[in-house]
């Protein structure tokens, strides 16, 4: 298991040492964190950027999976007409700005070495992010945070019902993985220059 990101003075940066397995997980996860963002009422847009951008259009109801809608809160729930302009406002990009997080991540981890495929054990991977890189993995980390607690069923203080279950179950071992993610992102995090 990697030990997490160190901070790199000389270079200015972020780095990692994650095993092919370690990588290739957070590839998929970044992926799937892509695709959700991507097939719920997602388009591709090939207009003008100037013109996409003066574009509000938006959807104006909250998103019916539950991880988008943790995702995209309702910004005002007291006041549905003032919620449905500031979603048609804002999701869009939002989402753009997400997908493009996770995208990121998935490039930097193919370009340190991943193939597109993993089929070879004991594959190291080299990360080295700089400050604005490592600010978008945080980004991504606690997107994909939030999907894995919100597909699981986390809640604050239910610790105890995690670490009760048998290895085996696979409830177990996704949060495993939510708690793996919470590692690297804590990691992250302490080693940015303050």
């Not at 990101?5 to 990588?23: K, M, Q, Y």
């Not at 610790?159 to 696979?170: G, H, T």
Request: net charge negative; glycine share 6%; with cysteine.
């Amino acid at each position: 298991m990697t030990t997490g990101f160190t901070w790199h003075r000389r270079s200015r940066r972020a780095i990692a040492t994650f095993t092919g397995f370690e990588a290739d997980l957070l590839r998929s996860l970044a992926g799937q964190l892509v695709e959700l963002l991507r097939n719920e009422a997602a388009t591709v847009d090939e207009r003008d950027p100037f013109e996409a951008l003066m574009d509000f259009s938006g959807p104006t109801a909250p998103p019916e999976d539950p991880v988008l809608a943790r995702l995209f809160p309702t910004a005002y729930p007291d006041d549905e007409e003032a919620a449905a302009e500031f979603r048609r406002f804002t999701e869009g990009s939002l989402r753009d700005g997400k997908a493009r997080a996770a995208s990121e991540v998935i490039d930097a981890l193919e370009e340190a070495g991943l193939p597109p495929l993993l089929e070879e054990d004991g594959l190291m991977i080299d990360v080295e992010l700089d400050e604005a890189a490592a600010m978008t993995w945080l980004r991504c980390f606690a997107d994909v945070r939030l999907a894995l607690a919100t597909r699981l069923g986390v809640e604050e203080g239910d610790e105890e019902m995690w670490y009760s279950l048998p290895d085996d179950d696979p409830r177990s071992q996704a949060h495993d993985i939510y708690e793996w993610v919470a590692y690297i992102q804590e990691t992250l995090v302490r080693a940015l220059p303050v």
